[in-house]
C-alpha cells in the first residue's frame, strides 16, 4: 500500500492543518453509495511526555512483543499490523482496513526538508508503477484550486502499480501533509472527481495479459509520524488505511492475509534504512 503515498505548517495541531486528514477521520471515506468508513484516531496522540507515550506502546503490543524489542535501534526491529474488514453496505464490494504500527530512529527535524520526506513516504516501492503530477491545467479543467498557502503541501499525481501482483490500479491521488512541534501527517486518498480503474493482472508466456478496465475508486490513508521523547531519536510511525476491494480482484481468494505481510515487512525496513541514512 505504500505506493499510495507517492499519492508544513510548524506549531499547528495536524488535523487542523490538513483538511484531507481531518475528513478521513469525520465523515470518513466514502465506499460506494451513501456508505461511508472512518479511519481509526491516531494511536499516539500529540502532546504526551515519555511516561505516557510508553504506555500507549505497551498497550499497543501487549504480550507480541518486548518494549525494548519493538523500540529498538534496528531495521529489522518487529512492527505490528492487523487488517480489518469494514461495512459497506454492498456484499460485492468488501471493504478492508490495514494498520501497521513500528519505530523508526533518526532526526525529526529531517522531515523539514521536502526531499527528504518525499523519499522517506516512497521508500519500499520498489521498481514498478509510474507516478506523475497532475498539471495545474488539468486541475482547472476539474475546477481544482489549491489555495496558496497549501502550494507546497497539497498534490495530486497520477499513478499506476501493480497490487500483489493481481490487480493493475491505474488512478489520481490526492495528498496533503502537515507538521506540529509533535508530529507529521500526511493524508492521501484515491480522487473520485478524477477517472481511476483497476485491471486483472495475468501473467502471459513473458509478458502481462490485463483484463477489462472498471471503474475504482475508495481509497483513504493517512501516515502520522510522532517523535517519542525516549528512547532518544526514535519516531513511532502508524499508518492507517481503508480500501474497497471487488470481488473480482482475488477471485474470492483471501490474498491480502497472506501476501501483504511480507510486502509491508519490505516497506517498513525500507522507512528505517532511509531515516538512519538522513538528509
Given at each position: 500500500?505504500?505506493?499510495?503515498?507517492?499519492?508544513l505548517?510548524?506549531?499547528?495541531?495536524?488535523?487542523?492543518?490538513n483538511?484531507?486528514?481531518?475528513?478521513?477521520?469525520?465523515?470518513?471515506?466514502a465506499?460506494?453509495?451513501?456508505?461511508?468508513?472512518k479511519?481509526?484516531a491516531?494511536t499516539?496522540?500529540?502532546?504526551?511526555?515519555?511516561a505516557?507515550?510508553k504506555?500507549?506502546?505497551?498497550?499497543?503490543i501487549?504480550?507480541?512483543?518486548?518494549?525494548?524489542?519493538?523500540?529498538?535501534n534496528?531495521?529489522?526491529?518487529?512492527?505490528?499490523?492487523?487488517?480489518?474488514?469494514e461495512?459497506s453496505?454492498d456484499?460485492?464490494?468488501?471493504?478492508?482496513?490495514?494498520?501497521?504500527w513500528?519505530?523508526?530512529?533518526?532526526?525529526?527535524s529531517?522531515?523539514?526538508?521536502?526531499k527528504?520526506?518525499?523519499?522517506?513516504?516512497n521508500?519500499?516501492?520498489?521498481a514498478?508503477g509510474?507516478?506523475a503530477?497532475i498539471?495545474a491545467?488539468?486541475l482547472a479543467?476539474?475546477?481544482i484550486?489549491?489555495?496558496?498557502?497549501?502550494?507546497?503541501?497539497e498534490?495530486?499525481?497520477?499513478?499506476?502499480?501493480?497490487?500483489?501482483?493481481k490487480?493493475?490500479?491505474t488512478?489520481?491521488?490526492r495528498?496533503?501533509?502537515?507538521?506540529?512541534?509533535?508530529s507529521l501527517?500526511?493524508a492521501a486518498?484515491?480522487?473520485p472527481?478524477?477517472?481511476n480503474?483497476?485491471?486483472s493482472?495475468?501473467?502471459d508466456?513473458?509478458g502481462?495479459?490485463l483484463?477489462?478496465a472498471?471503474?475504482?475508486?475508495?481509497?483513504?490513508?493517512?501516515v502520522?509520524?510522532t517523535k517519542?521523547a525516549?528512547?532518544?531519536g526514535?519516531v513511532?510511525?502508524e499508518?492507517?488505511?481503508?480500501?474497497?476491494?471487488?470481488t473480482?480482484?482475488?477471485?474470492?481468494?483471501?490474498?491480502l492475509?497472506s501476501?501483504l505481510p511480507?510486502?509491508m515487512?519490505?516497506?517498513?525496513r525500507?522507512m528505517?534504512?532511509?531515516?538512519?541514512?538522513?538528509?
Amino acid at each position: 500500500m505504500s505506493l499510495f503515498l507517492a499519492l508544513l505548517v510548524a506549531g499547528a495541531e495536524p488535523d487542523a492543518a490538513n483538511p484531507l486528514y481531518k475528513a478521513l477521520l469525520d465523515p470518513g471515506l466514502a465506499v460506494g453509495g451513501d456508505a461511508r468508513v472512518k479511519l481509526p484516531a491516531p494511536t499516539m496522540p500529540d502532546g504526551l511526555d515519555a511516561a505516557k507515550q510508553k504506555a500507549v506502546v505497551q498497550k499497543l503490543i501487549g504480550t507480541d512483543y518486548a518494549y525494548e524489542e519493538f523500540t529498538r535501534n534496528s531495521v529489522v526491529a518487529p512492527f505490528k499490523m492487523v487488517i480489518r474488514d469494514e461495512k459497506s453496505g454492498d456484499d460485492k464490494l468488501p471493504v478492508r482496513g490495514v494498520d501497521v504500527w513500528f519505530v523508526a530512529h533518526g532526526d525529526f527535524s529531517a522531515l523539514d526538508d521536502e526531499k527528504f520526506l518525499d523519499r522517506l513516504l516512497n521508500s519500499g516501492r520498489g521498481a514498478g508503477g509510474k507516478s506523475a503530477e497532475i498539471p495545474a491545467d488539468e486541475l482547472a479543467k476539474r475546477k481544482i484550486a489549491i489555495p496558496p498557502e497549501f502550494a507546497k503541501r497539497e498534490h495530486f499525481g497520477r499513478v499506476e502499480f501493480d497490487f500483489l501482483d493481481k490487480v493493475r490500479l491505474t488512478a489520481t491521488g490526492r495528498t496533503v501533509w502537515s507538521k506540529s512541534a509533535d508530529s507529521l501527517v500526511a493524508a492521501a486518498e484515491v480522487d473520485p472527481r478524477f477517472e481511476n480503474a483497476w485491471q486483472s493482472v495475468t501473467k502471459d508466456g513473458d509478458g502481462v495479459k490485463l483484463g477489462q478496465a472498471t471503474a475504482y475508486s475508495g481509497v483513504g490513508l493517512y501516515v502520522k509520524l510522532t517523535k517519542l521523547a525516549e528512547p532518544a531519536g526514535a519516531v513511532f510511525v502508524e499508518q492507517h488505511v481503508v480500501f474497497t476491494e471487488p470481488t473480482g480482484w482475488f477471485g474470492g481468494a483471501n490474498l491480502l492475509r497472506s501476501k501483504l505481510p511480507p510486502a509491508m515487512t519490505k516497506t517498513v525496513r525500507s522507512m528505517r534504512a532511509e531515516w538512519s541514512k538522513g538528509k
